[in-house]
């Protein structure tokens, strides 16, 4: 039997008023549809399509970034980096840092500041350090360094693959159980030559070489060096001075513990397990109290730049002793 229906009544479907359902009624019906039994808008069959289209989407998606990473890292060392001196964003010219820092609330200040006779005060400074120096005092605290520690001299280099041990004890009086003489108004400030890989330095080991910039004391102590320790003159020079000539009538006199300077021996850095940066104490034996000293100290190898402006090559504190 054929049924005819007018084309005109099934046009007129599609004007009809949509049925009015509540806000609580219209979630129902979104949740679960009992007529065309569908979940949030899908039924059973659509939520396994599309579920299977994203699972091999993504599934694919992360094949193609794991297998990119994997060809990526094998271009890799992890111990060598892959750009180095000139083509590295860090470049050939290594900066100088200093210890302690001011505190971590206050940390664009370059300012060391306390109050000698005052414990709870300097023990900030001194706490400091002793967490800096943690590692130079136990050196298991690094893994694999305690294996591959080797005593170094000057004319006796690390075999390769081994790091060059530091002697806490030649920076006496620059130690903890001194409070880093601290608590004399004479502080210690440490220094340390921040690791370029594969830098090595070329140092002012000629007395005909010394540029004329160089403080006039360095000049004297690298050509007494010349005569009486020749061998130990392949060192990376120090020198820290007041910064205008107030500074300098207001420092006092300096010493620098265990020498002025970081040893060549140390050099290059290579990334080795357990390797520790070379330090240089810097004693100020009588600063004068009560007044901002600002010191600048720089560090001297001939492929070593200066800019104070950038503090390129050196770097820039204040002292405050009440």
Known sequence: MYIHQDINDVQHQYFRKPQHLSKKDAIKLFLWNPKSREIFGRTGVSWAKIGIFYTVFYGVLAALVAVCMWVFLQTLDPRIPKWQLHESL?????????????????????????RGTNKENFEVWTNALDEFLLPYKTPGSISGRGQNIYNCDYGQEPPRGQVCDVDIKSWAPCVQENFYNYHRSAPCIFLKLNKIFGWVPHFYNESTSLPDIMPRDLKDFINTTAIREPHTLNTIWVSCEGENPADLENIGPIKYYPRRGFPGFYYPYENSEGYLSPLVAVHFERPVRGIIINVECKAWAKNIKHDRADRIGSVHFELMID
């Open 90 to 114: 860090i470049g050939t010219n290594p900066g100088l840092g200093f210890r302690p820092l001011p505190p971590e609330d206050n940390v664009e200040s370059t300012l060391i500041w306390y």
